[in-house]
Each structure stands twice: as C-alpha cells, then as structure tokens.
C-alpha cells in the first residue's frame, strides 16, 4: 500500500533553514508527480510545491525564490528545502501523491519564531 513519511520539521527561528524529507513506497515513485502542501492554524490546505515526473518543478507565490523541491527516484525520496523562513511558514507540512486516489503523510510541523 501508498505510504508517505515525512520528517525534518522543528523549530527555526526567522531568516533560517529548514530541509523536509518524505520517504515513498508502494507506488513507482518515479512515474508520478510528487507535491508538498502545508495547513496552519484555522486556514485550508494549500499547495506549495510540485515537481513533476520529468523533475520540472513549480511554487506557490508564497514561497517562490525561497524553498526548492527535489526528488531523488533512486531513494525513492521527494525533499522540500525551505530556507528565509517566516513566521508565515509555520504549519504542518504534507506529502502528497495521486497514484489512483490523494494519499498523504502524517505531516511534519513547521514552527518559525523567535
């Protein structure tokens, strides 16, 4: 079956950096687009970032310039890397693929505060 598990979430504080990894299994991980999506507190689900099969990738305005998808297919990995965090970005970070159907991880929460 579809498993996402995303880590790499903590605490930073403004201006810093932050890597998210999600480790795929039971689907060929290089054939699908893979995608990050983050919710704060009391807002909706939003999509922040996909990369394509082809490794072609895009951004929600929000954060382009600043955080870059990547995958690596032999690991079957996709990495999200976050850097000049803002307390904007504070939220919980999901993994998201659609093989058949959405699948999600549990989610890696973001915190940005000083």
């Known amino acids: 079956q579809v498993q996402l598990v995303e880590s790499g979430g903590g605490l930073v504080q403004p201006g810093g950096s932050l890597r998210l990894s999600c480790a795929a299994s039971?689907?060929?991980?290089?054939?699908?687009?893979m995608r990050w999506y983050r919710q704060a507190p009391g807002k909706e689900r939003e999509l922040v970032a996909t990369i394509t099969n082809a490794g072609t990738t895009s951004y929600a305005d929000s954060v382009k310039g600043r955080f870059t998808i990547s995958r690596d297919n032999a690991k079957n990995t996709v990495y999200l890397q976050m850097n000049s965090l803002k307390p904007d970005d504070t939220a919980v970070y999901y993994c998201?693929?659609?093989?058949?159907?959405?699948?999600w991880g549990q989610g890696t929460q973001v915190t940005v505060s000083s």
């Open positions: 039971g689907f060929t991980f290089p054939r699908y687009f």
């Open positions: 998201n693929v659609r093989p058949d159907r959405d699948y």
